[in-house]
């Protein structure tokens, strides 16, 4: 595991296209409709910054997708050399965390570039006009800092992105397991 820092995507940035699988071989295509916002997460099954947070993560992206909200999860490792991250363990992680929201496969990695990601886990909300207003960390806790797994600034995010409000707090980088490029 390298740790790694996320870039900060500028504010104001068009959400790129995502036209991807789902870890059950199905396409998905960026909805059209009338959404309150977006909410991307780069996330994976091995790398524990992603395990740290994935029970609460659920809860909060769920919760999400009840306020309108099309919330993905796009895992772009290199699963063939890291297994841990194939398409049949992101099955696995669907039904154990009650994912109600896509989880797919980026496998040309060209998303992540889109992104700019560099590091999972990593979070970007976008609003309904699909211009970024977040990009960084879900809450200060990191394996073994002793923080409370919250979720607090994801949570402030997508609330503020809701109600049409500017974010009032500095935006800090998320912090992880390095993105397993393709050599």
């Not at 398409?87 to 998303?111: A, G, R, S």
């Not at 912090?175 to 490029?181: D, F, V, Y």
Request: aromatic letters at 10%.
């Amino acid at each position: 595991m390298v740790l790694t820092q996320s870039n900060m995507l500028p504010l104001g940035t068009e959400l790129p296209n995502i036209n991807l699988n789902n870890c059950k071989g199905s396409r998905y295509i960026q909805p059209q409709e009338d959404k309150s916002g977006f909410v991307v997460a780069f996330i994976c099954n091995h790398c524990p910054y992603v395990i740290n947070i994935k029970e609460v993560m659920s809860d909060i992206l769920n919760k999400a997708v009840i306020l309108n909200f099309e919330v993905v999860a796009i895992n772009s490792n290199d699963w063939r050399s890291y297994p841990d991250d194939s398409p049949e363990n992101m099955i696995i992680d669907v039904e154990k965390y009650n994912y109600n929201f896509p989880y797919l496969i980026d496998e040309t990695q060209d998303t992540a570039r889109a992104f700019l990601a560099e590091c999972t886990p990593e979070f970007y909300v976008f609003n309904s006009e699909k211009k970024l207003t977040y990009r960084g960390r879900f809450d200060e806790s990191t394996p073994g800092n002793g923080k409370e797994v919250n979720g607090k600034d994801l949570i402030e995010a997508i609330k503020s992105t809701k109600n049409n409000y500017k974010s009032d707090g500095d935006q800090i980088p998320s912090m992880g397991c390095n993105i397993k490029w393709k050599t």
